[in-house]
């Protein structure tokens, strides 16, 4: 039997050269080589398929990778990290696919592992990052992190659950097109089943991207999903009514445009009036709208009947999770009370069947 042999025990071994000694140590004591990324091409590709958006929700059922009936007991013992299983994220995003076909649904925000698994436990059927509420986590506002540290983030929820996963992509973290498909190539190695690339500059002077320029950069993104062979959803979003531009003539020629670039879905933020999201499901169809929903304006009935195909909350479940931390804290801090330390959830009896 192989026993586990340390750089420690080797100082006594009597065999041992005082120069093997030193590279076997060497050797023992070297951090584990991590995964590669699937976008080096140290991997074997698929084809790419063609994108057709009449195909959304059409994909024919794929056969599983038989899984292997010897499991070592390391691998019954640690959590499977899913992000980088293919044959779960063609399911998930012929899954995320059916999802835009008809009806309407709701794909909720978490901002973290544990409100991912607890929203999936709820029984949605798909869930979406929060840019906002990812960034709170780490102490910065929204649009102030990295495209590392987002990256990061995405393999985190992609392995919490076995839904399919929207990426928050921003603006690709990048302006350039060409940077924005090679973004794209690296979010889809993380096995999101789709993402969104928004047209927002950050600049409040010019806070939209010229529309030339909008227009490319969703059509760069979309022939990175052709090229991946992957199938992800794009959903094309227009940031005028979240950053000071509400005209509503100008989103919806920017969103057919992104139609017309290759977006699967098309998404204005902050749209709050009924005839606005009438106007932009009519100008779209036959494509899903993706409605945002941060204040308790409308329902997902009524947001249905409306034509809406897809329903987020953005960071407005995060922003709930920080009133209750921020408020009891607030009472510690001045008045030395504890009074909201009641009725409070479980949460550790969530996640002790996972």
């Known amino acids: 039997m192989l026993q586990r042999v340390s750089a420690i025990d080797l100082q006594h071994c009597p065999s041992c050269s005082g120069g093997a000694l030193k590279i076997v140590a060497a050797i023992l004591e ?3 080589i991590e995964k590669i990324p699937t976008h080096l ?13 009449a195909a959304i929700g059409a994909g024919a059922r794929r056969r599983r990778r038989p899984q292997s009936a010897q499991r070592g007991r390391m691998m019954d013992v640690l959590p499977r990290d899913r992000s980088h299983d293919m044959s779960s994220s063609d399911d998930r995003i012929l899954a995320f696919q059916r999802l835009h076909a008809s009806g309407c649904f709701v794909m909720p925000n978490p901002w973290d592992a544990g409100s991912a698994r607890a929203l999936e436990q709820m029984g949605f059927k798909a869930l979406a ?3 906002a509420g990812f960034a709170w986590t780490l102490g910065r506002a929204d649009n102030r992190t990295t495209l590392a540290q987002a990256l990061e983030h995405l393999r985190s929820i992609v392995a919490a659950v076995d839904l399919p996963v929207n990426a928050d992509f921003e603006g690709g973290y990048a302006v350039d097109p060409q940077q924005v498909a090679e973004h794209v190539k690296l979010a ?5 089943a789709g993402l969104s690339i928004e047209d927002s500059t950050g600049d409040d002077a010019l806070p939209l991207h010229d529309f030339d320029l909008a227009v490319a950069r969703v059509r760069a993104a979309r022939q990175a999903i052709d090229e991946s062979g992957s199938g992800a959803v794009l959903t094309g979003r227009s940031e005028g009514f979240v950053c000071g531009r509400p005209d509503i003539d100008e989103t919806i020629r920017r969103l057919r445009a992104y139609a017309d670039a290759g977006a699967d879905c098309l998404y204005a933020p902050r749209i709050d009036k009924v005839e606005h ?8 169809s036959p494509k899903p709208v993706n409605l945002l929903i941060n ?9 249905s009947a409306l034509g809406v195909r897809r329903i987020s909350v953005g960071g407005t479940l995060a ?11 607030r009472e510690i801090a001045d008045a030395g009370t504890f009074s909201r330390f009641e009725q409070l959830p479980n949460v550790d009896a969530l996640f002790r069947e996972r």
């Open 30 to 32: 070297r951090p584990a």
């Open 41 to 53: 091409g140290l991997r074997p590709q698929r084809p790419a398929r063609p994108h057709d958006p």
């Open 129 to 131: 990052t929060t840019s």
């Open 188 to 192: 889809l190695g993380t096995g999101i």
């Open 277 to 284: 999201i009438k106007a932009i499901v009519a100008a779209v």
């Open 295 to 303: 204040a308790p304006f409308i329902t997902v009935a009524e947001a």
């Open 319 to 329: 922003r709930t999770a920080w009133a209750g931390f921020l408020q009891a804290a």
